[in-house]
């Protein structure tokens, strides 16, 4: 069973940056996408950004982290990151990090991130 890992989370003071990795446990062949979720507490899970395994590479980003989030990804290692900078204390949440298949849908376990005022 192949599983996401993600490192990368901590606490950090507001302005700060922290950067998210995350990668399969194993080799995922048929990747179409990936990306990170976020889910703040008593809020439901949101998107935060994408980003497609075709060469372009084509992104998406929710517009609260616009401008400030970058996400990437290295195609041989099945790896995605996201950098965060200007982090606010709204951005408060555990990350959860995807990959997409034909048909199947991966999650990573989550990881916390916490931004002090």
């Known amino acids: 069973q192949v599983q996401l890992v993600e490192s990368g989370g901590g606490l950090v003071q507001a302005g700060g940056s922290l950067r998210l990795s995350c990668a399969p446990t194993?080799?995922?062949?048929?990747?179409?996408?990936m990306g990170w979720y976020r889910q703040a507490p008593g809020k439901q899970r949101e998107l935060v950004a994408t980003?497609?395994?075709?060469?372009?590479?084509?992104?998406n980003y929710a517009d609260s982290v616009k401008a400030r989030f970058t996400i990437s990804r290295d195609n041989a290692k099945n790896t995605v990151y996201l950098l965060m900078n200007s982090l606010k204390p709204e951005d408060t949440a555990v990350y959860y990090c995807?990959?997409?298949?034909?048909?199947?849908?991966?999650w990573g376990q989550g990881t916390q991130v916490t931004v002090s005022s």
């Open positions: 995807n990959i997409d298949v034909p048909f199947r849908r991966y």
């Open positions: 194993r080799n995922i062949f048929g990747i179409i996408a």
């Open positions: 980003i497609t395994s075709g060469s372009g590479g084509d992104t």
